[in-house]
């Protein structure tokens, strides 16, 4: 049964400060995603990770994955406060759409 | 990406009744998922909706609370049966249009009284 771990939970951060979300999975995926969710919001779709040793940015964002260790990781630059809101990975059981996610981590920057 | 529209987006029902959820997808998917988002927690996929056939449940979801239809190819519904408080939740339907990403659409806000 896949299961993911996600850590920080709650992440505080200065903006301009750099940090690292991480994304732990227990069982063979080929595919992992992260999402952002703003309160009350769904959610938005960020990166999608297909291969091991995937590297992908957007902004601030940078989202890598090692399949063999089972690790995604999701890099924080210089954060601003628009990053505030909750950052979900979500790998996706192997060779289906069916994702499992993680517990999320919420993000709050402050000035 | 994908228009994905769902319908309510918030309702606050009695317990005992039930509430049918609609997702609309503005192009043809083969597979859609529900998955439900309980208070303050992460996401939990609740079934597979294949047109043409029946639903497939997670472990932990059974049709009789959670019966789904797949009618075509764009469209899907979810009805929570005989609810309780603890099926509060947001639900929310995925699907992916080609491409690689999976899209969520905007939710339906439950609360059960």
């Known amino acids: 049964e896949l299961k993911v771990e996600q850590n920080p939970l709650f992440l505080s951060m200065q903006e301009g400060k750099n940090y690292t979300i991480y994304c732990n999975y227990s069982t063979t995926s080929d595919r992992l995603y992260w999402y952002r969710q703003d309160p009350g919001k769904s959610l938005e779709s960020l990166f999608v990770?297909?291969?091991?040793?995937a590297v992908k940015q957007e902004g601030r964002l940078m989202a890598s994955l090692d399949t063999k260790a089972r690790l995604s990781t999701l890099h924080i630059t210089a954060a601003v406060h628009d990053l505030s809101a909750t950052y979900f990975c979500a790998p996706r059981r192997y060779n289906t759409d069916k994702l499992i996610f993680g517990t999320g981590t919420r993000l709050q920057v402050f000035p | 990406s994908a228009v994905i529209s769902q319908k309510p987006s918030r309702d606050i029902c009695q317990r005992g009744t039930s509430l049918t959820i609609q997702c609309q997808v503005d192009s043809q998917v083969t597979m859609m998922f529900w998955y439900r988002q309980q208070p303050g927690q992460s996401l939990t996929l609740i079934a597979t909706?294949?047109?043409?056939?029946?639903?497939?449940?997670e472990s932990g979801f059974v049709i009789d609370k959670f019966p789904i239809s797949r009618p075509n190819l764009t469209f899907s519904t979810l009805t929570v049966s005989n609810m309780s408080p603890e099926d509060s939740s947001i639900y929310l339907c995925?699907?992916?249009?080609?491409?690689?990403?999976?899209?969520f659409g905007s939710g339906t806000q439950l609360s059960v009284l």
């Open positions: 909706a294949n047109q043409g056939s029946e639903a497939t449940y």
């Open positions: 990770l297909l291969s091991n040793g």
């Open positions: 995925s699907v992916r249009t080609g491409g690689e990403k999976l899209f």
